[in-house]
């Protein structure tokens, strides 16, 4: 499967496109920003993005969806528990002293246990709440990998000091959802490098005590 990770806007929130080899079919997380950059390399692969996936209703992770959204016809994907934070959208831009984005129609919901097919992919919602109430994971079992969004980082995991965050949720959410993945999953945090679950259980000093 095609893979490509790439920083987004002024907190370099990290984007990916999907791609399936040969349907040509592409699934992206996280268009925070940078919307023709994206429109780019889903064009030099060939891809037809079928599925725009929000990991949580930040700025930088949901900034650029509607645009994504009116390039490519493709519906837009997200949790329901983050639908206040989401009309929040004015105050969130607010904080980083940027414009307010244009507010994108949720098509359908990102619900627990949800799958999304791409190809011969199949993508399954984790949701893991706490860094914001509509966190989800994305958990791709044929590539090993997690997209982990704002939940689990390389050596840190996602603040909760912000509207609806919840430390004790975070941490469940974590034990309950991601760390009964293989210990050599990839995962792709929402910012900074990758990592793998077996290296944040042994590592991470915020998961010390839950393993
Ligand atoms: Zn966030």
Redesign the pocket.
């Given at each position: 499967m095609i893979h490509e990770i790439f920083p987004v806007g002024m907190l370099a929130?990290n984007c990916s496109i999907f791609g399936d080899e040969h349907t040509r079919e592409a699934l992206v997380v996280d268009p925070g920003d940078n919307i023709a950059n994206i429109l780019a390399i889903v064009q030099r692969h060939g891809l037809t993005v079928k599925a725009i996936v929000i990991?949580?209703a930040?700025i930088?992770?949901i900034g650029g969806a509607q645009k994504l959204k009116q390039a490519t016809g493709a519906p837009v994907y997200m949790n329901p528990a983050d639908e206040a934070l989401q009309k929040m959208m004015d105050v969130q831009a607010a904080w980083l002293g940027v414009p307010t984005p244009e507010t994108v129609e949720i098509d359908a919901p990102a619900n627990d246990g949800a799958r999304l097919v791409i190809g011969a992919a199949e993508f399954h919602v984790l949701h893991t709440p706490g860094?914001?109430p509509g966190?989800i994971s994305l958990w791709l079992p044929s590539e090993r990998k997690l997209i982990a969004?704002?939940t689990l980082f390389r050596d840190s995991i996602?603040?909760t000091d912000?509207p609806g965050g919840d430390g004790r949720q975070i941490l469940r959410s974590i034990h309950d959802k991601l760390l009964l993945l293989d210990d050599e999953t990839t995962v792709i945090p929402?910012h900074g490098e990758n990592t793998t679950i077996g290296r944040e259980k042994q590592f991470n000093y915020f998961l010390q005590g839950l393993v």
């Open positions: 929130c990991t949580h930040h930088d992770h860094h914001t966190s969004g704002d996602g603040r912000l929402g």
